[in-house]
């Protein structure tokens, strides 16, 4: 670059201050999944069978507090890190959104038999929770698993 401005007194092609063209944008992530059209839609299916739709029609369904953008607290945090660092492709849901997913969080509760969030589902069946994705990651076990 150096040679380059000495010979032509300019910057190299490029290589401008404010050129982006070189560096590397951070991938789109998806959206979160919303179970309902609203909180004041009347479902005409169970809440359940939605979920139950959810995790069985999706490879990796993470319900998670907050979004995958914005994880509100630490576990979901810790598991929305682990999935993207493994380069799982996985659909999530934000338990916390009272105006799409209202209800969710009693029923996943009833749905899954885990008292906690986040929750991680595989093929239709839970996984677990950040303490059981942790370990496995821990032992090199998530992106086998995941990936299948």
């Known amino acids: 670059m150096e040679e380059y401005i ?4 300019k910057v190299p092609p490029g290589n401008e201050s404010g050129n ?4 590397r ?6 959206p979160d999944l919303r179970l309902t059209p609203g909180r ?11 979920v139950d739709k959810l995790v069985k029609e999706n490879k990796v369904v993470a319900f998670i507090k907050g979004s995958r953008r914005a994880p509100l607290c630490g576990f979901s945090q810790k598991v929305i890190g682990i999935l993207e660092n ?11 959104d009272e105006d799409y997913n209202y209800g969710l ?13 986040p929750q991680i589902f595989l093929n239709g069946e839970l996984v677990g929770g950040c303490d059981i994705l942790t370990s496995m990651f821990e032992k090199g076990e998530v992106a086998g698993l995941f990936k299948k």
């Open 25 to 30: 944008q951070q991938p789109k992530k998806k």
């Open 20 to 23: 982006a063209t070189w560096t």
């Open 40 to 50: 004041h839609v009347q479902l005409t299916v169970p809440l359940e069978e939605l």
């Open 6 to 9: 000495k010979v032509s007194g």
């Open 105 to 117: 969080r009693e029923t996943l509760k009833k749905y899954s038999n885990w008292p906690t969030f």
């Open 86 to 96: 493994e380069g799982v492709d996985y659909e999530s849901v934000n338990v916390l």
